[in-house]
């Protein structure tokens, strides 16, 4: 079983400082940015995923102390391993892989970390008592806790159900923050990749109350003639 610095060690080799300039800039962060003071290594995310695979047996601890380090990378392998390890994990292990997680929720402190773990890590707990888990995330001041609500609900969409991501949805119409502009019009996309009456009734009560950014995600799969008519509601409203 692999610790903490022998996977930092592998992913140290790995390194890419080139590459690394490029994340850091994409992934904003720069003073003001969204992932302000972040370090990549500038690892690509395939190769991460081998690390984890390698390493899926690493222990709680090893995750929860690459979990708390300042290097991307080491928090992306670190929810890529506990994902592999929920796979395959009975009910109570789950139980405490999901409490880790939201415990160490304050490291998942990007988009990419909180997509590639929320509809995971999540999935029973999101399941089983849906606004115990969701409301006090989507009232959070923090914009990651906030896109995990909404991220948690896709384990719901794939299960056909909707209602919890539509309740999301509409209580984070007013937030300002474009990451969950992008969060909650993607959803409703998959929503409507399911089921278009759904996804055209949420549309036809608050298109024009809906962010811009949230609104055209939202459209990407409905005819052109559909998308331009919402569109133009969301310009009056």
């Known amino acids: 079983m692999a610790s903490s610095?022998?996977?930092?060690?592998?992913?140290?080799?790995?390194?890419?400082?080139?590459?690394?300039?490029?994340?850091?800039?994409?992934?904003?962060?720069?003073?003001?940015?969204?992932?302000?003071?972040d370090v990549f290594l500038g690892i690509r995310v395939p190769a991460l995923r081998r690390v984890a695979r390698?390493?899926?047996?690493?222990?709680?601890?090893?995750?929860?102390?690459?979990?708390?380090?300042?290097?991307?990378?080491h928090r992306f392998v670190a929810l890529a391993i506990l994902c592999l390890q929920f796979e395959r994990a009975d009910a109570a292990e789950r139980e405490?892989?999901?409490?880790?997680?939201?415990?160490?929720?304050?490291?998942?402190?990007?988009?990419?970390?909180?997509?590639?773990?929320?509809?995971?890590?999540?999935?029973?707990?999101?399941?089983?008592?849906?606004?115990?888990?969701l409301d006090p995330l989507v009232g959070s001041e923090v914009v990651w806790d906030r896109r995990i609500a909404v991220l948690a609900t896709f384990a719901l969409i794939k299960r056909g159900s909707f209602e919890?991501?539509?309740?999301?949805?509409?209580?984070?119409?007013?937030?300002?923050?474009?990451?969950?502009?992008k969060a909650t019009g993607w959803m409703l996309r998959e929503v409507g990749k399911r089921d278009e009456a759904v996804l055209r009734g949420f549309l036809d009560r608050h298109a024009a109350s809906m962010p811009r950014t949230m609104l055209r995600y939202s459209l990407e799969r409905l005819p052109d003639a559909d998308r331009r008519g919402y569109m133009a509601v969301g310009r009056r409203g």
């Open 5 to 37: 610095a022998q996977i930092e060690a592998e992913l140290a080799a790995l390194a890419d400082p080139e590459h690394a300039e490029v994340l850091q800039r994409f992934f904003k962060t720069g003073p003001g940015g969204y992932g302000a003071g």
């Open 96 to 133: 405490r892989i999901a409490e880790l997680y939201l415990d160490c929720r304050d490291r998942v402190n990007n988009w990419d970390l909180v997509d590639s773990s929320a509809e995971y890590l999540l999935a029973d707990r999101v399941a089983r008592a849906p606004r115990k888990l």
């Open 54 to 73: 390698a390493r899926r047996t690493a222990s709680p601890a090893t995750c929860r102390r690459l979990l708390a380090s300042e290097v991307h990378e």
């Open 164 to 181: 919890q991501t539509l309740r999301v949805c509409e209580a984070l119409l007013s937030d300002t923050h474009d990451l969950i502009h």
